[in-house]
């Protein structure tokens, strides 16, 4: 195994050090020395999931501004939920927001677990997020590892294979560093090693010079900070192409319909759409199962939209109807009022597209 010069102990203390000063000023962290509300944290830690501090805060401020506690957001209706998450995509985080906030005033009358793994069964709650709030809400000692923390470890400790193959490794090196005891302060650390690969260990030139652990830092002292952690070659993202339905009644409202509450984007508002196939369709296949029967117009150009592992192309087909009627299912929304509804992005491209 590989062995760093100094003991993890004082390695732990020159970060704890380091964080005093230098850690991040973020709403959803208390003051320093003080306690971490676990409604904060949990619901930060979701907002995070694969998403960036800067896109996270002013979505976290109007949650707690609308939502100030787990069971104002346990009794929120889902379609607020969803409509106050639009732009943060992965919608089905807001689902299992939703559901988890249900069952810890259902079920726990609105406390947070304190155990990590009472925190794991939780919808939406992983490996990573339960240690998290059981780390810096509660202050007991848990192995916290996310993206940052994986970088920062496989340099100190010079692993030379992507991250996909020495995950278990960092994990290990992770515990290995890892408070073991409340008086560790072991949400301190977490939330240090964090900021140390957001501020300073960066995936792309790294302030070795102004890092606590730098001295003990194995990459650094071969020289191998730039390319350490090894990069994987991306897979390409397949292409999927879609004909999007626009239809207008003679009251200018738009024909739009709710999407199932499962499955990508579950429970957002749409307009209507083929399903998303890895070949193009033809418009009289697009026409068959089209949600009504129309006399159906190529809207000029496409819209172009992408998610986290695939492209996507949609064609959009247009029609006007006399009656202000349709299908039950539909949704019938003035362009102006459009902003009141949950909407991804992909659908206000297609409506912003249209709408020219």
């Not at 998290?132 to 916290?144: K, Y």
Request: hydrophobic share 40%; net charge positive; aromatic share 10%.
């Amino acid at each position: 195994m590989i062995k760093i010069k100094n003991s993890s102990f004082i390695m732990r203390r020159e970060i704890l050090a380091w964080y005093e000063h230098y850690g991040r000023d973020l709403p959803w962290r208390a003051p320093r020395g003080k306690i971490a509300d676990p409604y904060h944290v949990w619901l930060s830690e979701i907002m995070l999931q694969q998403t960036t501090v800067t896109t996270v805060k002013p979505y976290f401020l109007r949650f707690i501004e609308k939502w100030p506690t787990v069971m104002d957001l346990a009794s929120a209706d889902l379609d607020d939920i969803l409509h106050g998450w639009q732009g943060l995509g992965y919608y089905a985080r807001a689902r299992n927001l939703h559901q988890c906030a249900t069952i810890i005033c259902g079920e726990f009358g609105g406390r947070f677990p304190e155990i990590e793994a009472e925190l794991n069964k939780l919808p939406g709650i992983g490996v990573y997020t339960a240690a998290a709030i059981s780390a810096i809400a509660f202050g007991n000692p848990a192995n916290v590892v996310d993206g940052n923390v994986e970088r920062v470890m496989a340099r100190v400790y010079g692993l030379k294979e992507p991250l996909a193959k020495c995950k278990n490794e960092v994990r290990r090196f992770s515990a290995q560093m890892s408070p073991r005891t409340v008086r560790g302060r072991p949400g301190d650390f977490a939330q240090a090693v964090m900021d140390l690969g957001a501020t300073i260990c960066t995936p792309r030139k790294p302030k070795c010079k102004v890092c606590p652990w730098s001295r003990r830092c194995i990459a650094y002292q071969q020289g191998l900070q730039e390319t350490l952690p090894s990069k994987q070659k991306k897979v390409p993202k397949p292409l999927r192409y879609g004909v999007a339905f626009w239809i207008l009644n003679q009251n200018g409202e738009i024909f739009m319909r709710k999407r199932p509450n499962r499955g990508l984007l579950g429970g957002m508002v749409e307009v209507p759409s083929t399903d998303w196939a890895i070949e193009q369709w033809s418009i009289a296949d697009a026409i068959k199962i089209a949600p009504l029967k129309a006399n159906w117009r190529i809207l000029p150009g496409v819209v172009k939209h992408t998610f986290t592992h695939f492209h996507l192309e949609l064609l959009i087909l247009g029609a006007n109807l006399r009656p202000v009627d349709g299908p039950a299912e539909a949704i019938w929304v003035l362009p102006e009022k459009i902003e009141n509804y949950p909407l991804p992005t992909v659908i206000k491209k297609v409506v912003e597209h249209a709408l020219k």
